[in-house]
């Protein structure tokens, strides 16, 4: 897919819309709301019946409303027992799958823990499943973007360096970049400078088709010397998300903002009327 500008949209199905638990609907709420595209949240599990997917596939189609994807959470790609990881691979695999009958052209996954290995062991393991992965979908003739998600948490992998180097290695996979996510891994990275610092890096490492199709999450968020994380919505957290779409604007960055605070479309909206007011 190729893109114009920034395209909004929600973490699953919109607050707003009646049958909560049904992503066609939602698709339509987005299409109202005059918002752009539609994550598929599949984090308690890949299930969706085949009549569902086709009807996504189409109301997406129609209403231009292009969809992403959510994994389940309970991937980890570095367990300690092999079947768990084999698993975390199938949940993938399986997410992909519906993905693609829905239409949906790129995902995200919450790839591995560290529990408490070295990171380069863990980089390694879970580059080896990508690779896996990857040559599994491409005999299903299946092309999606796969996009390891950057992580909030410091026990999870997903650094923004680990996210560029398994981009560089494994074909199919890019970045996902979740903005709040890096501030409260960093600590850092929350004002104007910041941003153009981590997208000019994006950019020089992975060149400007990584600029020009991205997927980002942005959403209010809080977090603790734990390193424990809360979603909040935009006005109650710290997160500069003005300086942020700041940055996205003067980058001329294109592709998926996938807003995921509590309050859903209110802060897809009121990122997406904050862009447009931007020169
Ligand atoms: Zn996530």
Known sequence: MSFDTLLFGTAGVPNATQRKNSPVDG???????????????????????????????????????????????????????????????????????????????????HAAFYMKDSPYDVFD????????????????????????????????????????????????????????????????????????????RVERELGRAALDEMHIHISGISSNSKGDLKHLNLDQSKFNWRDLLKALKDKSCKGYVICNSPNLEKDAVMLKEFFGTLQ
Request: with cysteine; proline share 3%.
């Open 125 to 200: 393991l879970v580059e080896k499943s990508m690779n896996v992965i990857e040559e599994r979908l491409s005999r299903l003739d299946i092309e999606i973007e796969l996009r390891p998600e950057l992580t909030g948490k410091t026990s999870q992998f997903g650094s923004l360096e680990e996210l560029i180097s398994l981009t560089k290695s494994v074909m199919s996979c890019k970045p996902c970049l979740d903005f709040s996510h890096l501030f409260a891994r960093t600590g850092e990275v929350n004002d104007y400078d910041g941003f153009m610092e981590t997208l000019t």
């Open 27 to 109: 698709v339509q709420k987005i299409h109202e709301l005059g918002l752009d595209c539609m994550q598929l949240e599949f984090a308690h599990g890949v299930r969706m019946k085949e009549e569902v997917s086709s009807a996504l596939r189409k109301v997406s189609y129609e209403l231009n409303v292009p969809l992403t994807s959510h994994g389940p959470y309970y991937i980890n790609l570095n367990a300690r027992e092999q079947d768990k990881i084999d698993s975390s691979v199938e949940r993938i695999i399986q997410t992909a799958k519906i993905s693609d009958l829905c239409g949906a052209e790129s995902m995200t996954f």
